[in-house]
T-cell receptor, first 118, second 117 residues
Framework: AQKVTQAQTEISVVEKEDVTLDCVYE???????LFWYKQPPSGELVFLIR??????QNEISGRYSWNFQKSTSSFNFTITASQVVDSAVYFC???????????????FGKGTHLIIQP | DAGITQSPRHKVTETGTPVTLRCHQT?????MYWYRQDPGHGLRLIHY???????DKGEVSDGYSVSRSKTEDFLLTLESATSSQTSVYFC????????????????FGEGSRLTVL
């Protein structure tokens, strides 16, 4: 069965510091997708990124970057020069069993609460 | 953007009463999901649907039932609410397709906060 572990329950940093959120996953499938979602204090869930299991290239989007390493089953998320608006709960998630168009939902980690102090 | 409307957004009810949460989508997506979010547990899948009248159980389905009689509506029912079902409930639709394969990417509704006294 698939599993996603976010070991950091809460992280607090001062604005402008860099911060990395860890995500470790378990799956038996060779084809799977990894995701990060953001949940700001307002409560909505916002999609940040999707990465498939065959693409280990790191991705950068502005101050956000993601490091996918199959060797360690990790998909870590780094925010560079953090800002107060980055304060949120961040969820890592995994989907598998997608061949043939089926989709039985995402498995989420428990989330990391990121607090950026001014 | 996919449109999802959840109703009600907030509800307070008493133990033992039935509750139905509604998820309505406007873009004819095939897959729909109900999750609950609780502190310390993240989001957990309750039930999902892969078409009209086609549903399946998720990780935490006990005490919940679902129905999908139309593509656009996915209902979550608590037949007899308990305090342990106090939670925030999110509906989601699957929106990610790549080379005709569903990638699993979900778009979420705004959530429904349910309090069972």
């Amino acid at each position: 069965a698939q599993k996603v572990t976010q070991a950091q329950t809460e992280i607090s940093v001062v604005e402008k510091e860099d911060v990395t959120l860890d995500c470790v996953y378990e799956t038996r499938d060779t084809t799977y997708y990894l995701f990060w979602y953001k949940q700001p204090p307002s409560g909505e869930l916002v999609f940040l990124i999707r990465r498939n299991s065959f693409d280990e290239q790191n991705e950068i989007s502005g101050r956000y970057s993601w490091n996918f390493q199959k060797s360690t089953s990790s998909f870590n998320f780094t925010i560079t020069a953090s800002q107060v608006v980055d304060s949120a709960v961040y969820f890592c998630a995994l989907s598998e069993g997608l061949k043939g168009g089926g989709a039985d939902g995402l498995t989420f980690g428990k989330g990391t609460h990121l607090i950026i102090q001014p | 953007d996919a449109g999802i409307t959840q109703s009600p957004r907030h509800k307070v009810t008493e133990t033992g009463t039935p509750v139905t949460l509604r998820c309505h989508q406007t873009e004819n997506h095939r897959y729909m999901y109900w999750y609950r979010q609780d502190p310390g547990h993240g989001l957990r899948l309750i039930h999902y649907s892969y078409g009209v009248k086609d549903t399946d159980k998720g990780e935490v389905s006990d005490g919940y039932s679902v129905s999908r009689s139309k593509t656009e509506d996915f209902l979550l029912t608590l037949e007899s609410a308990t305090s342990s079902q106090t939670s925030v409930y999110f509906c989601a639709i699957s929106v990610g397709y790549r080379d005709r394969v569903n990638t699993g990417e979900l778009f979420f509704g705004e959530g429904s906060r349910l309090t069972v006294l």
